[in-house]
């Protein structure tokens, strides 16, 4: 039997008539791939850890392709922080956006390349099933075609199947083995070619579960270092540690909603909130690794730094909560005290512009 992929859609939080068109009918173009099982769940960000929605993502063993309206880095590493892991499967689906800047990123990874590999990821530490998750965004396209084109590519690339070399060279091939080699076309061993049955429509596998909109920051692992910068800073109990004292997000639930503080610290970028209207806080592929310029920038907002920004933002959640404000005197890491100010300069401009137009 042949090897099929799942394909997990993950609906929108909009009702917005376009958005749920481009869903459907993603949908039902994949029900008529051969190599494919369809699953639609709630969007994924708001699926409940003990739902219906993430019991069965849990439950799917083999590779399989996660189409969201998240980035893709934000999708994979909000699933892995459910315990949903695997390699980071390459897409060649990309935005408008992502794809005029690839140029420009070109420029300046292999410059970068040295600084990254000189910091221990946490990422190094775990161990990763071997199984390969590619994950899609749904904005990158206006219509279906694309979508159903790159799954199928994947699920071509994944259906690649091994033959147990050891059976062969001890003489005894399995007889379906056999048949295969001498039958490459689909032949059934006695000179007759057997026709490729007509697919029919399957039937995805529906969750219906409530899920109600959350907010929680997810942590990237690729970029994470361990610093504990993010613990230091936030006064509400996200963050924990585990057995093997590595950071985690031990209480989401606790998570202001609409507060994004924590990111702006993250001397990394590691920290995202796929829900963020500001693509680099929501896990914009543009900032998944160290540039020359100072990314810090474009986790600000207009007359801000990122840090001055996520201070304010604490100081403001903190008093909501019934709490003083507490500004720079908690939690500030080492590497702001003592800084100088320096004059805006062409860059902090420029920033402040983009920032200002809420890109």
Known sequence: MAKKI???ISQGQSQNPAKRKLEE?????????????????????????????MLCLEGIS?????????????????????????????????SDDEDNEEDDEENVE??????????????????????????LDFRACDTAEPLVEEIRRIAAE????????????????????????????????????EKTPVATPAQPNIIDEKAERRWYPVIDFSRCTNCMECIDFCLF??????????????????????????????????????????????????????LKIDL?????????????????????QLMLAGREAVGESVGIAKRRTGAVDQPKDELD???DELDAIDL
């Open 110 to 135: 292999e410059d970068s390349q040295d600084e990254a590999d000189d910091k221990d990821r946490v990422i190094e530490q775990r161990e990763v099933p071997a199984r390969t998750i590619y994950c």
């Open 158 to 193: 994944t259906a690649t199947e091994t033959v147990d070399l050891m059976s062969w060279i001890d003489g005894s091939p399995k007889p379906e083995q056999l048949d295969r080699y001498l039958n490459p076309n689909g032949g059934n061993g006695n000179g007759h070619t």
């Open 237 to 290: 109990g996200v963050y924990g540690v585990d057995t093997s004292e590595v950071i985690l997000v031990e209480q989401p639930d606790n998570c202001r909603k609409g507060c994004p503080a924590c990111s702006r610290v993250c001397p990394e970028n590691a920290i995202l909130f796929p829900q963020h209207k500001t693509p680099a806080i929501a896990g914009s592929e543009e900032v998944a690794g160290p």
């Open 25 to 53: 009918d993603l949908v039902g173009a994949l029900l008529m791939e051969a190599g494919v099982e369809v699953t639609l769940v709630p969007n994924l960000y708001d699926l409940a850890p003990d739902g219906t929605g």
């Open 6 to 8: 799942t394909v997990v």
């Open 62 to 94: 083999g590779d399989m392709v996660v189409v969201s309206w998240h980035f893709p880095r934000a999708a994979h590493w909000t699933l892995d922080r459910h315990g949903i892991r695997g390699r980071v499967g390459t897409t060649l689906l990309v």
């Open 296 to 316: 810090s920038q474009l986790f600000g907002a207009p007359g801000k730094d990122a840090v001055e920004a996520a201070v304010s933002e604490r100081d403001e």
């Open 349 to 351: 401009d420029l920033m």
